[in-house]
């Protein structure tokens, strides 16, 4: 062949991607072992997955070849975590997919990134925004973001998912969907298949403000995809619950129960409801997670993910210390090098009211070491009790309160800067966390039942399944938390407390 055009052959192959798996490999960083300023950051989470440095956003979880898959959105430069520092105004934060993952559950380790653009980090990067992972017949197929609006196609011959090579007919998609007056961003896409039939819904929102909107597309190949019609699309009646939302990202939609859950990003929403024509229509709503990020719109958590795996399990994570890090303390996360982490795995179910009950993995009690047990203790104003021998940075504590006379009863985690205290109101019939309140209605002769995790600044917290949050600690110091149970206006009995220190899953 000509010289030249040889060399204009390599050259149009590798704008083009198609060496995708070599790209990556040349482009991304070595993740095999953590970087000291990790190793060392006291409050780098132990249990939670949290990217090995950078910044990590959305989930996108998978089980495959009997193994769970955690990719997530990765910016790897260490002095910009958040990945927008310098960029021009319009431009968008360099994302590529990186890779934890797992065959219990409960222990992780990093893998390469997964996918980056041949483009990154030039002005015209391309940007490898969230997408879904499914398993086509054996094969690892990557369905994700490009540009903001168009749907692109990787697949895997790895049984670990390793590397990815991008189909070259890529964009299968390209937005937007004919017919549908969408703002002009189109992102994020769930898939799932029905029969013979795969099923693809994308995150947008319609012009002018109108509100959020899911497209609906089908194909029979993954590679060749056709326009439905409107999934679902939120009317005005519902904007209340969805705030000011002009728009969906990361929608996500699966049957739970003898139901369907359509789950919308914002405040972690989810719908319960039937699926109808290949259409979803809502009947009840609840939330994933009622963290409050300093803004009210913004949960604790952000973007909810979830995978089946072979129990037959949906298993949710979400993408935990989210707004808040942009927001408040993006320069201590540029210090640290790291920033974001996933929530503990949650497997979900539908409770007897049609709402969602959300669980932590029962596998994670393979992190429990040092074990404290406190039982049948009378807890009244005078005798709140801090518990011996429980101090640390990485505890679970899993308590069952009998209520009694007493008004307010929950725990409190000291040693912060911030007063925490998690209880139950009676006058409101709401678990509190500090000022945040959600209902709870505890049954007569029902006990509350809270059980709370501690890693580093999260805390998340469960109380009987029904109430989730996610919130972040202020530590006073790197000594690690103590824990009080208290009993306000009356009396309640601490009938069982078992406290962990919490091991590491890397
Ligand atoms: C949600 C989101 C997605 C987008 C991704 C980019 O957090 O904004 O809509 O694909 O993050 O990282």
Redesign the pocket.
Known sequence: MDHKISRLLIVVLFAWGLPGTVWAQKHSPAIDTLPKWVVTDPFYPKYHVAPPFGWM??PHPVYFKGAYHLFY?F?FVRDNPYGRIGLAKGQ??Q?TWGHAMSTDLVHWKHMPVALISSLHGRPNDP?I???AVVDNNGTGTVLY?IN?IDIWMATSKDDDLATFTKYPGSPVIKGPPPGLDISGEM??PWVWKEGNTWYMII?SGLKGGKGPVIPLYRSTNLTEWEYVHPFYRADSSQFDFLGDAV?C??PAFFPLGNKYVLVL?DKTTYLVGRYEDHRFIPEKRGRLDYGEAPSIKDGGI??PEFLLDNKGRRIMFG?AD?WRSVQHTLQDHIKAGWAGMQTLPRVLTLNEEGLIDAEPAEELDKLHGDHREFAGIPLTPDSSKILDGVKGLQLEVKAVFQPGTSTNFGLEVLDVLDSVSIFYDVASRSLRYNQVSVPLDLKRGENLELRVFIDGKTIEVYANKKVVLTEQLKPESEAGYRIKAFARDGMAVLQQLDAWQMGSIW
């Open positions: 956003n959305d959105q910016s968008r934060p994302r940007h925004f969230s997408g973001t903001n992102r994020d995150g728009f990202e990361c990003s952000y973007v993408w989210s």
